[in-house]
């Protein structure tokens, strides 16, 4: 089945009028500019362009009006018009991964061919782990760390395959630097000075299955367990579980938003939560959206 783009424009001026609720829906496919009807991720840079990624058209760049479409054609630094991933890191970096395993960036207007790994899925795209002004890790599908120090113009890239992590295992960097792991079997893990780490008993949590770990929009650390959400202090994890529900909660994912607010999913529902609070539960998957408790 053929897929199509969906933009949710929310108060863009130019579609305002059009728009009779909250938003407007309105889809965008092959005969609107979309390279192929089948898109794969999508992304959105600093500047406000969002890139979508096709599985068989290439990148495309779009302005809310029209598409500019980048394949291997015209954009040499892309190997493939399969795309699989697409990352923003915290520098306003586009990484682009195709399915054959390469990874190409673009920044300040340039497209950079990084590099190739004939490892599929195993190297795949995961998740932006860090990034600073000269270097970036990027965990992969299978729970490598992918290094790039930008030296000279160019990166140089390095890959730490963790030992006890899975494919889709989470990755993430807290505020001190320190890069935290959820293993194959659920516990956590660190990475220090590239030496890998097990943390059998993190000190805070009443939970010993970790289910989900991020970092949100201000790089804070939090686990989702068996048992409750938490954060990380610098020192200790922090019970985090809302005040205004259960008091042992299974998380199974977590979802952070620019606002600093997070979406949970629990054994109990997907809910969003703010200062320890659930503010809002999803009723139905039926179009009517969270309802305000």
Not at 181 to 207: F, I
Not at 241 to 260: F, H, R, S, Y
């Amino acid at each position: 089945m053929a897929l199509a783009l969906l933009i949710f424009a929310l108060g863009t001026p130019a579609l305002r009028a059009a728009a009779t609720e909250d938003f407007l829906v309105q889809v965008w496919d092959v005969d609107s500019g979309l390279p192929h009807s089948t898109v794969s991720s999508i992304a959105q840079t600093p500047d406000g362009y969002l890139w979508v990624g096709t599985l068989f058209g290439g990148l495309a760049r779009f302005d809310g009006v029209r598409f500019v479409n980048f394949n291997p054609g015209n954009t040499p630094e892309l190997r493939s018009i399969e795309i699989q991933k697409l990352l923003v890191d915290s520098q306003g970096t586009l990484w682009v991964g195709t399915v054959n395993g390469a990874l190409t960036s673009y920044r300040d207007g340039r497209f950079r061919f990084e590099r190739q790994n004939f490892e599929m899925p195993q190297a795949w795209l995961g998740g932006v782990v860090s990034s600073e002004t000269n270097s970036v890790v990027i965990s992969s599908f299978a729970g490598w760390l992918l290094r790039g120090l930008h030296t000279g113009g160019t990166n140089r890239w390095t890959t730490l395959q963790l030992p006890d992590a899975g494919f889709k295992s989470s990755a993430c960097a807290d505020p001190q630097g320190v890069i935290w792991y959820r293993t194959e079997d659920n516990h956590l893990g660190q990475v220090r000075s590239n030496q890998c780490v097990r943390v059998p008993n993190p000190p805070g949590l009443r939970g010993r299955q970790i289910n989900a770990l991020i970092t949100d929009a201000a790089g804070r650390l939090w686990v989702g367990t068996d048992k409750e959400l938490a954060r990380w202090d610098g020192t200790r994890f922090v019970d985090m579980t809302p005040t205004n529900g259960e008091p042992d909660l299974t998380v199974n994912q977590i979802c952070a938003c620019p606002d600093g607010t997070l979406w949970v999913w629990s054994n109990l529902g997907f809910r969003k939560y703010q200062d320890q609070q659930w503010v809002a539960r999803v009723e139905s998957w039926d179009g009517e959206g969270p309802r305000l408790l």
